[in-house]
């Protein structure tokens, strides 16, 4: 079967257990984003347009700038056995528990329950195997550019005419998971599925500037503080911000999000560091490249990991030793690949 | 007729006009960006798809990270009026001067001959009016988001088949203008045709990078030490250059595009000014707004002109002077506005 077509076809195994069920619960992973986010709200209130019961759980609170997302406030942050056993208590049942946008419990720090099946809709490569006592239909397809690809399919596949509020959140979980359609997984497809969120009243400018300008003073000062720092090694660039740089913005490390993708708007950049101190002499490193480099590799020596392009992994030591022995490492790496 | 009508249906009169001749030329503005390079060389070379002689002009140099579109090397750049000359030596004649992006040979700075008909197809609002003795065939759309929009259009309606060359050119002026589809002016029909150029080979991430991840590291340095300039004053963010900035940076005044909207990303930040300066005590200001406000009449005030969210003018005298001239202007357009 083509990438395509698994986008686009739910399995039939799926879509027959969601006409069967009545309640459900969608779960999503902690420090939700806007596929995440989008991609929940969406389905849940497709879902309940074809009179399901419907409750919605993700770990952490929904970030701020995401509040602009129809029935952001239907997400349970708290207690998510708390959440079951009043669900189960006024729905008399629970037929499914649905993952969105991530692939195994864990991800989203939920125990599953011993007798609810469970279904995973997600774009991610699997990670980690996992088992439970109950059934489980998967509908993973990591050729999908966001969950909301699959998410707006399976709606369509439902028989649920997309509104305006669910156009919104589709829109918002594929835009980011496609840099709004500047990374390479811009499919034909993407636009078209974007034009018509378009033409169902979703306002462009409005979910871009809900996601790419509404900075607080502080975080842009920090990132003004963190390109302050920046040195240039060949084709790797290195910046850093302090404890001492977030007592003095009023910020926190959430605030550093993409700051290890500003360096590489230089040309000549392949490999963006970024470190953030979360202890006296305590890093976290996060590496950015461009085309063909694989941080991930470079991660793994250091103990971490990540994705080809983006990569992490948490170091100890003196500031200027931690750098010289990532831009070593960063070397011996290009070089290995230079050769390979 | 419907804008979205008036930016499919090029006049019949222009239609006639392409196809009955044999020898144009393409100019379009000076300082050329990607909507008025793009659009140039994609209907370039639609025309010569269709067996015409075309020969394509803009005063200067393609600037260097727009070298990865098609053919950019067509261009000529020095004497316009020596172009002519060869052109009609070579060709016979010429049968038309098309303007592309602009709407007044001042703008591209060109003298039209006397006896060449002019052609303009443009999205800009029709700015100055001139007198020229031959014959003028205007398709000026205000409503297009790009003028890469009105010549895929033409292009499809002359009946020429897209290639890859072409839809690479297309895409970029489609996008440039649309902020890679971010703006408001990011249509359902912007997404399908950049759907279609896509379908067509296009890479999204290799047309980004060449717009967003090609800065030298000299401007990169230069956009460091102008947002450590910033100040911000209600919801006026305030950021400077100078002279000394450019020489320690080796980088001049047409690196500093874009600056302007840096401190757009905070989201308290309703109005960005960004002064660059140009001489001991001579300094451009650009204006950058979101939403409502209207920076042209701002910078009307000081003599200038623009858009309503995009907006400049020169300003003589000392920088601390003019920013707090320049920052009453702003609070009393603000407050103007908020009584209206």
């Known amino acids: 079967m083509g990438n395509e077509l698994k986008v686009k076809e739910p399995p039939e195994e799926l879509v027959e257990f969601l006409k069967n069920s009545k309640s459900l619960i969608l779960v999503t992973h902690i420090n939700p984003e806007g596929d995440a986010l989008g991609s929940t709200l969406?389905?849940?209130?497709?879902?309940?347009?074809?009179?399901?019961?419907?409750?919605?759980f993700d770990r952490d609170p929904v970030p701020e700038f995401y509040r602009f997302l129809p029935g952001w406030q239907r997400f349970t942050n708290s207690d998510f056995s708390l959440l079951l056993k009043n669900f189960r208590a006024h729905k008399c049942g629970i037929d499914g528990l649905i993952l969105l946008d991530c692939n195994s419990p864990e991800?989203?720090?939920?125990?599953?329950?011993?007798?609810?099946?469970?279904?995973?809709?997600?774009?991610?490569?699997?990670?980690?195997?996992?088992?439970?006592?109950?059934?489980?239909?998967?509908?993973?397809?990591p050729a999908a550019p966001a969950t909301g690809m699959l998410v707006y399919n399976l709606i369509k596949n439902l028989g649920v005419k997309i509104d305006y509020d669910m156009a919104v959140s589709l829109y918002t979980a594929i835009a980011i998971d496609?840099?709004?359609?500047?990374?390479?997984?811009?499919?034909?497809?993407?636009?078209?599925?974007?034009?018509?969120?378009?033409?169902?009243?979703?306002?462009?400018?409005?979910?871009?500037?809900?996601?790419?300008?509404?900075?607080?003073?502080?975080?842009f000062?920090?990132?003004?503080?963190?390109?302050?720092?920046?040195?240039?090694?060949?084709?790797?660039?290195?910046?850093?911000?302090?404890?001492?740089?977030?007592?003095?913005?009023?910020?926190?490390?959430?605030?550093?999000?993409?700051?290890?993708?500003?360096?590489?708007?230089?040309?000549?950049?392949?490999?963006?560091?970024?470190?953030?101190?979360?202890?006296?002499?305590?890093?976290?490193?996060?590496?950015?490249?461009?085309?063909?480099?694989?941080?991930a590799k470079i991660a793994e020596v250091f103990g971490g990991g990540g994705h080809k392009n983006a990569a992490g992994f948490m170091v100890e030591g003196r500031l200027e030793d931690i750098k010289r022995l990532i831009v070593e490492e960063v070397k011996r790496s290009m070089g290995e690949e230079v050769k390979g």
């Open 178 to 219: 496609t840099g709004t359609f500047r990374y390479s997984n811009t499919t034909p497809e993407v636009l078209q599925i974007a034009a018509e969120l378009l033409s169902l009243g979703v306002r462009p400018e409005m979910v871009s500037e809900a996601l790419y300008d509404s900075w607080t003073t502080g975080r």
């Open 42 to 56: 969406a389905f849940g209130m497709a879902l309940e347009r074809l009179g399901k019961s419907v409750a919605l």
């Open 107 to 141: 991800r989203a720090d939920i125990k599953v329950p011993s007798d609810i099946p469970l279904i995973i809709i997600d774009h991610h490569e699997t990670e980690k195997s996992f088992e439970v006592a109950v059934p489980v239909i998967k509908w993973i397809v």
């Open 221 to 295: 000062r920090l990132l003004v503080e963190c390109l302050n720092t920046l040195e240039i090694d060949g084709s790797i660039a290195i910046t850093h911000v302090t404890e001492e740089d977030f007592k003095k913005t009023g910020t926190s490390s959430e605030d550093t999000e993409n700051f290890s993708n500003f360096p590489r708007m230089i040309r000549d950049v392949k490999v963006s560091v970024f470190l953030r101190q979360i202890g006296p002499a305590k890093w976290k490193a996060s590496l950015r490249s461009k085309g063909n480099i694989n941080v």
